[in-house]
């Protein structure tokens, strides 16, 4: 009997040795690589013949200036941009579902999906295009009012909102995908018994329609939290430049410099794992959370 | 919700659609925009008059894009990183999510295999690391650098696992008194049923190789190996912002390759403008199994 279960169990097992194969090497590799972070690493000599340095990496890490200030962006970005990112889109797919299943709806969605599907590296071109302070179409747009050219991606006060405003442009659409879904499950007798009752639409939207996608919400909103050292390296690396890494300069985007332009890779290796471990804790939290309290499993 | 028809209500409609289409027509006019500008004269785009329509209409910046070499190349790259790379993530999600749907008691130590691809979401290596791996594999410089490290997705088969647990256990069950082996099974029966599944995760894979871009630009070290993605981040986005100063900066908009650059930008967006449309059904589908399961 054991024997038989075997056999029958063994396909299964192969089935997944090429995944493990490919798994090991390209991330689990890696993650044991993170220990570059305590040595002075020179590739020529690899891993294992490069100098042991001990914390002298982080150290070196804490102590410079810009350190703090990239934290702060880091954190500051990434916060609005979740915050605004669970706003806008519960609304916008609020707004849409009193739109019936019409034409226009299915074109609405169509158009506000799209964005999601450009990488930053052609938004980032269509961006500094119609943002630009000279002759951009934004610009152009807000002379029409008598407003003063505003350089969007090379001045400090404007340059996170920019980010964060463009990140939301971006992404918005996608996500009333799982709003508009959850929108769905609500049952319509529900409104019908609240009409009979004389509650309008605000008192229909406050007692109805957000307490019954409720769940998808909090759910979206614990998950998000793993992203708060998530600021968004495609984006801001394809928008930036010296002018604005003040106010724009990110743990990756240092990460990249140091790392590749500087080729100091223990430096880069220590403020990655850096990261990692604080990214891997809350994303921790959030699945946890999320099992609590939604009951959400990952698989 | 239940239609009303008082005045208030009335305006409600018309203020809700209003706010909709402008919302849904700011998504498109960054683009529109600079499709205009692809196909007006230098003169007009350095200018500032085009707006939403051509100036000075003239296909010369697409005739100048089509015939550069260093363009066509890294289509190429990306053609076959595409066809390639797809290929070989969708095979091996099909392949991995199987044994991972079964039950414990189906397949041994199957919590142990899945936590050990889920970790991988979890926690990484970091950047320099991870390079470093990629290089002393000896990838460097080649295609299957952009295919091979990126192979396995943990989320198309997170999305592809679940999908096929919700398929009727009798189907499978039949198949086995039929004497079909679990090979059979998976290629004959649970594929062809997953079809709404594997067109989702298929169609991010593609995109996803579409656009990949930072893979390119740092694990080619010639430029003639360059996908189109990375090719496009060194002409329109770098030629722009690096090394430049504030003044340079700011009349970037007016030297004379804007009307090339919209060109690239506008042929690197347009396999995704005119497929995603077609897919949305999927995708939507597949972004709430994904997302929400209840």
């Not at chain 1, 999601?116 to 938004?123: A, D, E, G, R, T």
């Not at chain 2, 099974?185 to 991010?204: D, E, K, N």
Request: hydrophobic share 50%; proline share 4%.
């Amino acid at each position: 009997m054991l024997k038989k279960n075997y056999k029958k169990q063994l396909p299964l097992h192969l089935m997944l040795v090429p995944g493990i194969i490919l798994v090991f090497i390209y991330s689990y590799i890696p993650m044991v690589g993170s220990i570059m972070a305590f040595q002075k690493y020179i590739p020529s000599k690899g891993l294992f013949h490069s100098k042991w340095v001990g914390l002298k990496n982080f150290h070196y890490l804490f102590d410079m200036p810009d350190f703090y200030q990239v934290l702060w962006n880091t954190v500051f970005i990434a916060v609005l941009k979740i915050i605004f990112g669970l706003i806008v889109p519960i609304a916008v797919a609020i707004l849409l579902n009193e739109i019936g299943k019409t034409l226009v709806k299915r074109w609405i969605q169509t158009l506000i999906y799209l964005p999601h599907f450009l990488s930053w590296v052609i938004l980032g071109g269509v961006l500094i295009d119609i943002l630009s302070p000279s002759n951009g179409l934004v610009n152009q747009f807000l002379g029409l009012f008598s407003i003063k050219p505003i350089f969007f991606l090379g001045d400090n006060n404007w340059f996170p909102f920019t980010i964060i405003l463009s990140d939301i442009w971006k992404e918005f659409g996608f996500s009333t995908i799982v709003y508009l879904a959850a929108l769905t499950t609500i049952n319509p007798s529900l409104y019908e018994a609240a009409v009979i009752d004389g509650a309008n639409r605000w008192k229909q939207t406050w007692s109805i329609t957000l307490p019954g996608i409720l769940p998808v919400i909090i759910l979206m909103a614990t998950l998000s939290l793993g992203n708060v050292l998530n600021a968004g390296f495609d984006q801001i690396f394809n928008l930036y430049s010296p002018l604005v890494y003040e106010s724009g300069d990110i743990l990756d985007t240092l990460i990249y410099r140091v790392g590749l332009i500087d080729a100091q890779y223990g430096v880069a290796t220590a403020l990655g794992l850096f990261k990692s471990l604080i990214s891997f804790a809350l994303v921790s939290i959030s699945y946890w959370l999320a099992y609590k309290i939604a009951d959400y499993r990952i698989f | 919700m239940v239609e009303g028809k008082s005045l208030g209500s009335k305006m409600f409609r018309v203020f809700n659609y209003t706010f909709l289409i402008l919302l849904a027509v700011m998504c498109l006019i960054p683009l529109i925009h600079i499709f205009a500008v692809s196909l007006s004269s230098n003169v007009a785009a350095s200018a500032g008059i085009v707006k939403l329509w051509p100036k000075d209409f003239t296909f010369k910046s697409y005739e100048f894009v089509l015939s550069k070499g260093e363009f066509l190349l890294s289509l190429w790259v990306t053609v076959k990183r595409v066809v390639l790379g797809t290929a070989l993530s969708m095979f091996l999600s099909i392949l991995i999510a199987y044994p991972l749907s079964k039950s414990g008691r189906e397949l041994k130590f199957r919590t142990g295999y899945a936590w050990y691809f889920v970790f991988t979401i979890l926690f990484s290596g970091g950047l320099i690391p991870w390079y470093m791996t990629i290089r002393s594999t000896g990838l460097l410089d080649s295609i299957w650098a952009l295919i091979i490290p990126g192979a396995v997705p943990v989320f198309n088969v997170i999305l592809l696992l679940n999908f096929y647990r919700g398929l009727p256990k009798e189907l499978e069950e039949a198949a086995f008194v039929d004497g079909a082996s679990h090979w059979k099974t998976l290629w004959r029966i649970y594929v062809p049923l997953s079809m709404p599944s594997i067109a989702t995760i298929g169609l991010f894979t593609v995109v996803g190789h579409w656009n990949a871009w930072f893979d390119g630009l740092i694990l080619m070290n010639s430029q003639d190996n360059y996908p189109l993605s990375s090719y496009l981040q060194t002409v329109i986005v770098q030629a722009s912002l690096t090394n430049m100063s504030a003044e340079q900066l700011k009349n970037l908009a007016t030297v004379s390759d804007r009307t090339v650059k919209a060109a690239q930008i506008f042929v690197g967006a347009l396999p995704i403008l005119a497929f995603y449309p077609f897919l949305q059904k999927y995708f939507v589908k597949g972004m709430v199994m994904g997302g929400v399961k209840e």
